[in-house]
Each structure stands twice: as structure tokens, then as C-alpha cells.
């Protein structure tokens, strides 16, 4: 082959003037027939070649070693015993009085969180009424700042009577879910009243405040659902949406231009097609803050969720029965029509006086928690005598609100103001601006950020308790997502004196310009 | 009255048919349930019916049966297996069927209403939002539930005690869409239905007044939390006699059952713990684990072999993405499963967990007051000591007359649930007069009020439930459960069989609970009956022959009389523990 080409090349290289002869000869070996043609080297069997390299890379692969991922051998018997023997389970309840051995298990935020809450655990007991405006705690009697029986209608004697009539009548229990046999007749008459009450078409009554959120919320918000909510609500709420499991995107507390831009970017991402054509969307807050103790700017919301497409589920635990003229709650104090606010919720334990949860809207709204409200379904109905307690409690407040709310009204007012004028030279304690007989004593400043805010809060408290006065720290656990800064709750019942809201003014300053917050 | 040696010609063969090899296999079940219970002695079948009359002569004894030891008992059946006899392939596709009729013709409805315009099946909102409630979400209400609403929810206008009174509804306009209306009369009926199993749900001598003495002194409510200031004195008396009954260090209290599971789990367990539980465990505690955002596991109802394999399965890989070990793993049980009357099977589920180092949350709600000699639960009706048991819950709504719910246990773990909880600083208390009737009633039932009424009250009720549970099953009824236990569910299975079986009861002024899906599984629909301590004898033999009748109307009879009537006989009295029963004669 080799000295062909090299006498090709020779042949070449004579005839290197003539070009066309070059380029004769080369076509000639090229083209069919040619020596050069592939056809020609088919013809002189090449094929057997080409046949036998493919042989050899098919014998070549068939031959090689696969690659096999190794398979693990399952553990053997002894090796599970020796790896169930290492696991070393937490402790199921973290010690509260944190030993070296637990502190490397708790989680640095529950660590805090338990370590505060050993003084939350340690609750006063209440000798007698609770909810009276004053108590006795050991051998002192207290001005009860606490308890949220704002009209006293958990001590009047007139619901008193009708619990005991009730208990004659019903027995204590009600020994059954609604829908079996646990329904009884106060129970309807209480729905029936309370919806009339609130102007609603119907009310659903749950046997405990904390479950009523729980249940309500879940029932309506599934996933792929929209939840827009207030930074500032309590937790039964939060348990609610975290329960719904839907998509939960929170706005500064009461901060609307917040709350504007968040609609504006979720109605943007809805045009880019995010978010389905079925998916419902909520707004969840809350009608005057448990957290805060201020109100919601409802009728701005109202706008917004209405132009939004929004329901609104309120919880007017703590306007309910005390704001308004006549004690609707949010929806007379802010004139707005009942249909408006699409899903109400409320607890009967405030001014109500009494235990339970009613949640309030349209008959569908109503009817579909009957089936699925879990706390509805699920867990025994209210004790009766309880439903006739708040069924009493309404009555009265029908018959002698309006007189009853304005009095509170001023005297909530009265403390309101004496607390600002006492404190008005702090630079860390201050009232926090709101409506209604809840006032939250705020810590403000680089103190409220400080580890030990809450064991300061809690040294007023105590302090308090010495001269006479019974205060309490808004609580949370480290269930909460949110909380509120760190404040002292106070509540006003319509039975304190003007001169107790005096003195209850004076101790206040004076235990916290013994502190060094005034 | 079905008796055991006069039968027709049909029946004959009917009980010659279930007399093959089917019989071995309940025995076999009976008798392992029987070994569970650990009987002493063998008692007469007649003595626990305790009824001479109705034992129709001298029956054939098994008191010679051979009592095997533990170790060879077969390993009770599923909860599955249990209804592979009587749930044949045949019957479970009519009933299946039975379900797609009711579909289809709720479809037809729906077709039928948007095809004449009488109202859109759905409320769509205002301005294109999306209905509230979808369609189809509201189809099983709108279409099924709402054509037999007048069987649930009936209001009742007196004490759920022995008799109640159910108020009387007529259905008026379009059964899809309207309540029934009180027409204002009422019907007296036997209440079979409520959980008052000790019977302290009406007035009671003892209890009542001083319940009302609490309210006077402590009023209806706190208003308050029970961190803040809603924890009195009776509240801790109530909390030390709680942990005294059930024998542990302290106790906690919830104003309601369902939160102290919703929201004590999440309280024990976070991410990176594993909870394992029961498959028909309730719905408080699912609704707590999902809360807690801890991985769940589901086991087979009751099934130890099962639990064991996840619990050693789930130590062995760690968690499933991460591969980490679980931070912690809680075995969640039921002491009586409501719906199926059954108990949990203690003993081996604590040695479980004493074996992988796994915790136990034991949920009592149906069994404390009604179980065990002196009414402290699964606990004493097996022989488990209570301090084995980590978290100890349990409701104070059903035996005890009362509301609310527990959770017991070692001092730290309630003190850590007592700071923990969110119910102490989001809740109101406790009502004072609540807890009043809880410490009244547990005095009475540990015979601390001065008399025996409390025995009294646990052997009656052990009486009535054995009682009744051992009629049903002899006169053919498909009868779930355990003995002793007094929840008695009678199966039915077609879903519409419900409100025909809960409105004849009714005409016959029988006060039953009715349930189908969604609470039970779609072909398992039962009648649920719950005994109660202040039942007579007599009116539960009027029961027993009413719903005998109505049984044979409905046909749901699914065992064999016959050899229903034998098992009855030979297996149901034999092995049991009926001690108290032959002790006490009431």
C-alpha cells in the first residue's frame, strides 16, 4: 500500500504541470470503480473486517465487568438490636427546673421559653369568685385586675339563680357530643338568641373558646387556600390556620398600608398565574387585640377584603358584649352590616361571663360546621348550666347594656387616662394606645427587646400584688408564632370603684419608679 | 323471644350453615378475648346473665373448656379480620353499591335543580370568589347527610340521664336544604345514646348540691385562664384528687376534652419526633399531632406486631429524609376505642415501649370511671400500673357527669405541661362547679361519700354492659367490642339501614346513636349503644327485645342465631372475670 502511494506520488510529481492529468487519476481511484470507492472495498470482502471489529467491541461489552451499584446487605438481626440499644429517645418533657443534662436538648428557643414559663407556672390560686373585682389570694384581698369579667356578669346573682335552676334541671354534663343526644334545648336557645343578637343568620356554640378558632378555621380554609392575617393575633387563631394548612402570609399588626401591599403583590402573582381560580382567600383578625388591647381598623379591612375578594373571619372575643353602644362589639362600634363580616367568632368566658365559644355567620357558613367542625363534632357540647349562664348574661345585656357599657366605657377611660399621666415621663413603660377594658402596659425601648423583659414585667406584677393590686404579664408559649411585646394586661370590670381604678394607678407608679421605669 | 332450642325449619339450616368452619373461628376469637381478660374463675353463663328466665333451661356448659396457657393463645385477630366473615365479597359489593346508588341519585338531584333553575347546588360568593364551601366538598352533606339530619343532632329538653326527652321535629320543604322544625312536644325515651356511663349525668343526690355550693362560692366561670387568675382552690383539690384516683404524682386540668389532646401533644412533640398511632384513634389527637408538626405513623388498629415492626423499623432507618435519629417517639392508644368498644391491648404495647425506649400517651376518655374494679380504667382492668404509662389523659365528660379532660403523669412532665400548654394562658379555666362535680363524683365512686353507691354504680354497669353485649350476640347481631367494656356497637353495615334503624328506635322510644362514614369506614355503618350504671334490668330487657325486633325488620342479623346463641352461651360467660358481678346483688 505504502509504495503504491509513493509511486502515485512519484507519478505526481512528473507530471506537477499538468493538473488536469493530476486530477484525472485521482477521480479515476475515487469513483465507482475506483480503487479508492468503498464499493470496491466491499467487493474485495472489507465487510469481514468492519463485521469482525463490530464482533469485537459486541464480545468486548458482553465480557466486561457491568457496574453494579453494591448492594447493601439488610442489617442483620444484631445489628438492629445494637442500633434500637444506642437510640438515646429526649426526654418527653423537658424538666422545667432545667438540669446540665437537659439543657443540651433543648432547643435554644424552647430553652428560653421554658425557663420563662417556670414563673408563668407558677399561678396564684384564687380563693372564692375568680371573677370577682376583688379577690383572695392567701390571706390578702386583692383588686383583681385580671380576670376579663368586664360587665360582672360572671358575679351577678341573677345568672347565678339560672345556673342553679339549670343544674337542677340538666344535671352538670352533658355527657355527649351534639350530635348525639348532647344537644339540649339551652343550647339552641342560645344560638338562636345570640344570632339574633349579633344581627347574624345563625350561630354555632362550641364547649370551649380555645377550640372554636381550632375548628371554625380548618372547616373553611383547606389547602391551596389563601390566609392573609394580622402579625397580632392571639393563638387560638394561629392553631386554626396552622391547622387549615393553608398558605399563611401575615401584615405588620394593624399596619394597613402593610396589609395594602401584600394584597397588591398577592393580586400580582394571581395575574402571573400563581394561585388557582378556586382558591378562596381569608382575612383573619382580630376585633380589639387580646395581645395589644387596641382595635382593628375594621371598615378599612372591610374595603380591602371586599375589593380583594376576601372573607373575613373576626374574633371579637374581647369586644363582644363591651363595645358599641348596645354591645354588639366590632360591628356596631364600627357601623358595619352584619353580612359583611362572613365569619365571627367569639368566647363566651368575658363578658359573658361563662365558658365556651360561639362562632357566628350565614346558615351555610353555620350549617357546614356542623359536620365539620371538629371541636363541634368531635367533643362533648357545652354543660348546660353553662349555655343558661350566657343565655342570663344576654338577657342582661339586652335589657341594660347600653348603661352598663357607657359606665365601664368611663371608667376604662378613667384608668386609661390616669395611667398615661403617670407614666407620661417613661421612656420604657407606656399605655398602649386601644379601645375597650383590655389596656396593655407596654415595655418599650431596648429594654422590651432584653432577655430578661419578661422577669421585669413579672417583678411589677409581684410588687403590685404586695400593695394590693392583682395584675397579670401577657403570657405565650413557645407555641406562639407571634407575640406581642412584653406588657401587663389589665382589665376592667364595671364593678370597681373609682376610687380602687385610683389606687390601682398609684401602686402601679409607684412600683415602677421603684423599678426605675418611670 | 329467640330461644335456643325452638327454631323454624329456615333458621335451622341457616344455623347449620354457620355452624361449618366459620364457628371455630369465632371461638377461637371469643376465647382469645377471654384470655386477655385473665380470668380466675370460670363462671356459669347463667350467673352473669343473672337472669333465670331468660336462660331458657339448663344449657350446655364449657366450664371444663381447657384453659391454655398464655403463651399459646393465637394472636388475637385484626380488627380487619374480625369482619372477613361476615363481610363477605358478595355483601361488601352490595353495599358498595348500595352507596353508589346513593351517589347517583344525589347527582341526579343536583342535574335536576341546576336543569330548572331552582337553585344553584353551590352558593358561589359575589364578584367571581369561589364558593365558600365547594360543590363537591358540600355534596356528601347537601345530598346524604342532609336527607337523614333528623336523626342526628336531636335536641332533648331534660337531663341526659336514663330517660330523656327527645323533642319531637317535622320536616317540612325540601329535605336537601331545611332543618327539621320542634314541633314543641317531646318523646320520653331510653337513652342509649349518651356517654353516662356511672350515671352521674342527671341530678344527683349527692353531687348536685354541692355543686351548687361551688357556684355559689366560686361562681358560673373564672373569666380568666388558669395561669392568670382562673385557678382556685377547688381547682387544685380537684387536681390532687384526680392524681390520687388514678394513682400518679400530679394531674392537669383542660375545660374540654378534645383540647387536651389538640393541644398537649404539640406541647411533647416537634419536629424530628415520630408519633405512632392507632388507626382509629380520634380525632382530637390527630388534629394534636398535626398541630405539633411532629412525622406520624399509622398503625394497624390494635395490632402489637404491627406497632413492633414500625417502632423497630423507625429506630432502625432514623428519620426518612435526613436519615437522624427520631428526637423522640410517642405511642399514642385509645384505653376503649369509642367507635369500636374495644379495649387496647396494655400489657404488650408497655412492654413495647419499655423495650425500644418509645413513650406512651394513653387517652382514656371512654374507659376511666367505666373500666376496672374500682373505676381507675384500662390500667387496673389489665394489670398495668399506671406509672408505666407515660402520659395518662383522659375526660371527665362521660363517666364522671362533668367536662373537660386530664393529663396525669410524673411531677415533671405536668409541670412542664401546666407551662407548656397554650390552654393555660388562651383558655378560660375550668368552671369552678365543674370541677366540684368532678372531685363529688370520683368521692363517690371510691366510696369516700359514706355509702356504697360507687361499687355499686361499676358492678351495675359492668352488669348491664356484659349483660346486654351477651344478649345481642346470642340472638345473632354482629356485636364489636370487648366484655366489660360499655360501649356496644351492633353492626349494620348498609349505609341505609341508618335512619331506618334510628327511626324505628325512636318510635319505640329508643334513644340510639346511629354512625356511618365519615366517622367509620364506608361498608362498616353501625348502631352504637352505650350502656349506662342507672339502666334497670328491665328496661334493658325491653331494649334487647326491641331492638331484637327491629333487627329482624332490618334484617341485620348477620351471625347465625344458633350459633350465636352458643357462642353466647359457651364462650361469652366462661372466661370472664365476673367477680364483682357474683359479689354484689343488686
Same mark, same amino acid.
Given at each position: 500500500m505504502a509504495s503504491s502511494v509513493k509511486e502515485n506520488l512519484a507519478w505526481c510529481w512528473e507530471r506537477r504541470n499538468r493538473v488536469d492529468e493530476i486530477f484525472y487519476e485521482l477521480w479515476s481511484n475515487v469513483r465507482p470503480g475506483g480503487r479508492l470507492h468503498p464499493a470496491w472495498f466491499f467487493e474485495a470482502k472489507g465487510h469481514l473486517a468492519v463485521e469482525l471489529l463490530l464482533f469485537a467491541v459486541i464480545f468486548y461489552l458482553l465480557t466486561r465487568k457491568s457496574f453494579k451499584p453494591r448492594k447493601e446487605k439488610p442489617l442483620t438481626r444484631q445489628e438492629q438490636e445494637e442500633l434500637i440499644a444506642e437510640w438515646t429517645p429526649e426526654p418527653l418533657a423537658p424538666s422545667v427546673y432545667a438540669t446540665a443534662n437537659d439543657k443540651?436538648?433543648?432547643?435554644?428557643?424552647?430553652?428560653?421559653?421554658?425557663?420563662?414559663?417556670?414563673?408563668?407556672?407558677?399561678?396564684?390560686?384564687?380563693?372564692?369568685?375568680?371573677?370577682?373585682?376583688?379577690?383572695?389570694?392567701?390571706?390578702?384581698?386583692?383588686?383583681?385586675?385580671?380576670?376579663?369579667?368586664?360587665?360582672?356578669?360572671?358575679?351577678?346573682?341573677?345568672?347565678?339563680?339560672?345556673?342553679?335552676?339549670?343544674?337542677?334541671?340538666?344535671?352538670?354534663?352533658?355527657?355527649?357530643?351534639?350530635?348525639?343526644?348532647?344537644?339540649?334545648?339551652?343550647?339552641?336557645?342560645?344560638?338562636?338568641?345570640?344570632?339574633?343578637?349579633?344581627?347574624?343568620?345563625?350561630?354555632?356554640?362550641?364547649?370551649?373558646?380555645?377550640s372554636t378558632p381550632a375548628s371554625a378555621i380548618p372547616a373553611f380554609c383547606k389547602s391551596g387556600d389563601l390566609i392573609v392575617a394580622d402579625a397580632g393575633v392571639g393563638y387560638p387563631l394561629q392553631s386554626g390556620m396552622a391547622l387549615s394548612r393553608s398558605t399563611v402570609r401575615y401584615f405588620k399588626h394593624n399596619d394597613l398600608g402593610d396589609l395594602r401591599n401584600l394584597l397588591d403583590t398577592i393580586e400580582e402573582e394571581s395575574k402571573l398565574g400563581k394561585g388557582k381560580d378556586t382558591q378562596r382567600r381569608f382575612m383573619v383578625v382580630e376585633g380589639v387585640y387580646a395581645n395589644y388591647g387596641d382595635v382593628a381598623p375594621l371598615r378599612e379591612i372591610v374595603k380591602l377584603k371586599e375589593k380583594h375578594g376576601f372573607r373575613l373571619i373576626l374574633d371579637d372575643s374581647f369586644a363582644l358584649g363591651v363595645l358599641g353602644e348596645t354591645g354588639r362589639g366590632s360591628l356596631e362600634h364600627h357601623d358595619l352590616r352584619p353580612e359583611q363580616v362572613d365569619i365571627m367568632l367569639a368566647s363566651l368566658g368575658h363578658s359573658f361571663g361563662s +365558658? =365556651?365559644?360561639?362562632?357566628?355567620?350565614?346558615?351555610? #357558613?353555620?350549617?357546614? $360546621?356542623? &359536620?365539620?367542625? %371538629?371541636?363541634?363534632?368531635?367533643?362533648?357540647?357545652?354543660?348546660?348550666?353553662?349555655?343558661?349562664?350566657?343565655?342570663?348574661?344576654?338577657?342582661?345585656?339586652?335589657?341594660?347594656?347600653?348603661?352598663?357599657?357607657?359606665?365601664?366605657?368611663?371608667?376604662?377611660?378613667?384608668?386609661?387616662?390616669?395611667?398615661?399621666?403617670?407614666?407620661?415621663?417613661?421612656?420604657?413603660?407606656?399605655?398602649?394606645?386601644?379601645?375597650?377594658?383590655?389596656?396593655?402596659?407596654?415595655? +418599650? =425601648?431596648?429594654?422590651?427587646?432584653?432577655?430578661?423583659? #419578661?422577669?421585669?414585667? $413579672?417583678? &411589677?406584677?409581684? %410588687?403590685?400584688?404586695?400593695?394590693?393590686?392583682?395584675?397579670?404579664?401577657?403570657?405565650y408559649t413557645f407555641l406562639d408564632r407571634y407575640e406581642g411585646p412584653p406588657s401587663i394586661r389589665i382589665a376592667v370590670n364595671v364593678a370597681h370603684d373609682e376610687a380602687d381604678l385610683d389606687r390601682a394607678v398609684t401602686v402601679i407608679k409607684k412600683v415602677a419608679s421603684k423599678a426605675g421605669l418611670v | 323471644m329467640a330461644s335456643t332450642t325452638t327454631t323454624t325449619g329456615t333458621e335451622t339450616v341457616q344455623g347449620?350453615?354457620?355452624?361449618g368452619p366459620e364457628a371455630g373461628v369465632w371461638l377461637e376469637r371469643k376465647r382469645s378475648l377471654g384470655d386477655q381478660a385473665e380470668a380466675k374463675a370460670a363462671v356459669p353463663a347463667s350467673s352473669l346473665l343473672h337472669n333465670p328466665g331468660d336462660a331458657g333451661g339448663p344449657r350446655p356448659r364449657l366450664a371444663a373448656a381447657p384453659r391454655q396457657p398464655p403463651a399459646k393463645v393465637p394472636a388475637r385477630r385484626t380488627h380487619q379480620e374480625e369482619f372477613a366473615e361476615v363481610l363477605n365479597p358478595m355483601r361488601q359489593s352490595l353495599i358498595y353499591l348500595g352507596w353508589v346508588l346513593l351517589m347517583q341519585i344525589g347527582r341526579v338531584r343536583d342535574f335536576l335543580d341546576r336543569f330548572f333553575g331552582l337553585h344553584a347546588a353551590g352558593s358561589a360568593g359575589k364578584g367571581g370568589v369561589p364558593p365558600i364551601v365547594s360543590d363537591s366538598q358540600d355534596f356528601y352533606t347537601r345530598r346524604l347527610y342532609m336527607r337523614i339530619v333528623d336523626i342526628f343532632n336531636r335536641p332533648i329538653?331534660?337531663?341526659?340521664?336514663?330517660?330523656?326527652?327527645?323533642?319531637?321535629?317535622?320536616?317540612?320543604?325540601?329535605?336537601?336544604?331545611?332543618?327539621?322544625?320542634?314541633?314543641?312536644?317531646?318523646?320520653?325515651?331510653?337513652?342509649?345514646?349518651?356517654?353516662?356511663?356511672?350515671?352521674?349525668?342527671?341530678?344527683?343526690?349527692?353531687?348536685?348540691?354541692?355543686?351548687?355550693?361551688?357556684?355559689?362560692?366560686?361562681?358560673?366561670?373564672?373569666?380568666?385562664?388558669?395561669?392568670?387568675?382562673?385557678?382556685?382552690?377547688?381547682?387544685?383539690?380537684?387536681?390532687?384528687?384526680?392524681?390520687?384516683?388514678?394513682?400518679?404524682?400530679?394531674?392537669f386540668v383542660y375545660g374540654m376534652g378534645f383540647a387536651t389532646n389538640a393541644f398537649t401533644i404539640p406541647t411533647l412533640c416537634s419536629k424530628g419526633c415520630l408519633v405512632l398511632s392507632d388507626e382509629m384513634n380520634h380525632k382530637s389527637i390527630v388534629d394534636g399531632v398535626k398541630l405539633s408538626g411532629a412525622?406520624?405513623?399509622?398503625?394497624?388498629?390494635?395490632?402489637?406486631?404491627?406497632?413492633?415492626?414500625?417502632?423497630?423499623?423507625?429506630?432502625?432507618?432514623?428519620?426518612?429524609?435526613?436519615?437522624?435519629?427520631?428526637?423522640?417517639?410517642?405511642?399514642?392508644?385509645?384505653?376503649?376505642?369509642?367507635?369500636?368498644?374495644?379495649?387496647v391491648r396494655l400489657s404488650e404495647i408497655v412492654r413495647l415501649k419499655k423495650k425500644y425506649g418509645a413513650y406512651l400517651y394513653l387517652d382514656e376518655a371512654h374507659s376511666i370511671g367505666a373500666l376496672g374494679a374500682t373505676g381507675r380504667g384500662v390500667c387496673e382492668q389489665q394489670g398495668v400500673s399506671p406509672r408505666d404509662v407515660d402520659?395518662?389523659?383522659?375526660?371527665?365528660?362521660?363517666?364522671?357527669?362533668?367536662?373537660?379532660?386530664?393529663?396525669?403523669?410524673?411531677?415533671?412532665?405536668?409541670?412542664?405541661?401546666?407551662?407548656?400548654?397554650?390552654?393555660?394562658?388562651?383558655?378560660?379555666?375550668?368552671?369552678?362547679?365543674?370541677?366540684?362535680?368532678?372531685?363529688?363524683?370520683?368521692?363517690?365512686?371510691?366510696?369516700?361519700?359514706?355509702?356504697?353507691?360507687?361499687?355499686?354504680?361499676?358492678?351495675?354497669?359492668?352488669?348491664?354492659?356484659?349483660y346486654f353485649r351477651a344478649e345481642l350476640m346470642r340472638r345473632g347481631f354482629h356485636v364489636l367490642g370487648d366484655?366489660?367494656?360499655?360501649?356496644?356497637?351492633?353492626?349494620?353495615?348498609?349505609?341505609?339501614?341508618?335512619?331506618?334503624?334510628?327511626?324505628?328506635?325512636?318510635?319505640?322510644?329508643?334513644?340510639?346513636?346511629?354512625?356511618?362514614?365519615?366517622?367509620?369506614?364506608?361498608?362498616?355503618?353501625?348502631?352504637?349503644?352505650?350502656?349506662?350504671?342507672?339502666?334497670?334490668?328491665?328496661?334493658?330487657?325491653?331494649?334487647?327485645?326491641?331492638?331484637?325486633?327491629?333487627?329482624?325488620?332490618?334484617?341485620?342479623?348477620?351471625?347465625?342465631?344458633?350459633?350465636?346463641?352458643?357462642?353466647?352461651?359457651?364462650?361469652?360467660?366462661?372466661?370472664?372475670?365476673?367477680?364483682?358481678?357474683?359479689?354484689?346483688?343488686?
Open positions: 443540651q436538648n433543648l432547643r435554644s428557643r424552647t430553652k428560653g421559653q421554658v425557663r420563662k414559663q417556670i414563673r408563668y407556672a407558677r399561678a396564684p390560686v384564687v380563693k372564692g369568685k375568680a371573677s370577682a373585682p376583688h379577690v383572695q389570694i392567701g390571706s390578702k384581698r386583692l383588686l383583681n385586675l385580671v380576670s376579663t369579667n368586664f360587665l360582672n356578669l360572671a358575679d351577678s346573682e341573677r345568672v347565678e339563680e339560672e345556673c342553679v335552676a339549670a343544674l337542677d334541671k340538666y344535671g352538670c354534663g352533658s355527657c355527649g357530643p351534639r350530635g348525639f343526644y348532647g344537644t339540649i334545648d339551652v343550647h339552641l336557645e342560645l344560638e338562636t338568641r345570640m344570632a339574633k343578637f349579633l344581627g347574624m343568620e345563625e350561630a354555632i356554640l362550641y364547649s370551649y373558646d380555645i +365558658v =365556651g365559644g360561639i362562632c357566628a355567620g350565614s346558615r351555610r #357558613v353555620c350549617d357546614h $360546621q356542623r &359536620l365539620s367542625g %371538629a371541636g363541634y363534632v368531635f367533643s362533648a357540647s357545652l354543660p348546660p348550666y353553662l349555655a343558661s349562664a350566657a343565655v342570663k348574661s344576654l338577657d342582661i345585656i339586652e335589657e341594660e347594656g347600653k348603661e352598663m357599657i357607657a359606665e365601664l366605657e368611663a371608667k376604662t377611660d378613667r384608668l386609661r387616662r390616669g395611667l398615661t399621666r403617670a407614666l407620661s415621663r417613661s421612656r420604657t413603660l407606656r399605655v398602649h394606645e386601644g379601645m375597650g377594658p383590655v389596656i396593655h402596659l407596654q415595655l +418599650v =425601648g431596648e429594654k422590651a427587646t432584653d432577655v430578661s423583659a #419578661v422577669e421585669s414585667m $413579672q417583678g &411589677l406584677v409581684d %410588687a403590685a400584688a404586695r400593695d394590693g393590686v392583682f395584675l397579670t404579664v401577657a403570657k | 347449620r350453615r354457620h355452624q329538653t331534660s337531663a341526659p340521664g336514663a330517660w330523656i326527652d327527645v323533642a319531637e321535629r317535622r320536616r317540612e320543604g325540601d329535605p336537601c336544604r331545611e332543618h327539621p322544625t320542634p314541633t314543641g312536644r317531646t318523646r320520653r325515651c331510653l337513652n342509649l345514646g349518651s356517654y353516662n356511663y356511672l350515671g352521674f349525668a342527671a341530678n344527683d343526690a349527692y353531687c348536685t348540691p354541692k355543686v351548687v355550693e361551688e357556684l355559689r362560692r366560686s361562681g358560673a366561670s373564672t373569666c380568666s385562664p388558669g395561669a392568670d387568675a382562673g385557678r382556685t382552690e377547688g381547682h387544685v383539690e380537684m387536681e390532687q384528687v384526680v392524681a390520687g384516683f388514678l394513682g400518679v404524682e400530679k394531674a412525622s406520624v405513623k399509622v398503625f394497624r388498629h390494635n395490632d402489637v406486631r404491627h406497632l413492633e415492626y414500625l417502632l423497630r423499623k423507625s429506630i432502625v432507618e432514623g428519620q426518612s429524609r435526613t436519615g437522624r435519629q427520631w428526637r423522640k417517639i410517642l405511642i399514642v392508644v385509645e384505653g376503649i376505642y369509642s367507635m369500636e368498644g374495644e379495649m402520659v395518662m389523659m383522659g375526660t371527665f365528660t362521660k363517666s364522671f357527669g362533668s367536662c373537660g379532660g386530664y393529663i396525669a403523669g410524673s411531677a415533671a412532665l405536668v409541670d412542664y405541661v401546666r407551662a407548656a400548654s397554650p390552654a393555660s394562658y388562651h383558655a378560660t379555666a375550668m368552671s369552678p362547679p365543674a370541677a366540684r362535680q368532678i372531685v363529688a363524683s370520683l368521692t363517690v365512686i371510691s366510696g369516700r361519700d359514706g355509702s356504697d353507691r360507687g361499687g355499686e354504680k361499676l358492678a351495675r354497669l359492668r352488669q348491664n354492659a356484659n366484655m366489660d367494656s360499655p360501649v356496644v356497637p351492633i353492626m349494620c353495615y348498609y349505609a341505609a339501614k341508618i335512619p331506618a334503624l334510628s327511626r324505628m328506635c325512636l318510635e319505640r322510644n329508643l334513644a340510639v346513636v346511629l354512625v356511618g362514614f365519615p366517622a367509620t369506614a364506608l361498608c362498616l355503618s353501625r348502631m352504637r349503644i352505650c350502656i349506662s350504671a342507672s339502666h334497670t334490668r328491665e328496661e334493658l330487657e325491653n331494649a334487647v327485645e326491641i331492638i331484637d325486633e327491629i333487627g329482624d325488620r332490618c334484617m341485620i342479623k348477620y351471625i347465625g342465631e344458633r350459633k350465636a346463641a352458643r357462642l353466647a352461651t359457651d364462650e361469652v360467660g366462661g372466661n370472664r372475670d365476673t367477680r364483682l358481678v357474683s359479689s354484689k346483688s343488686i
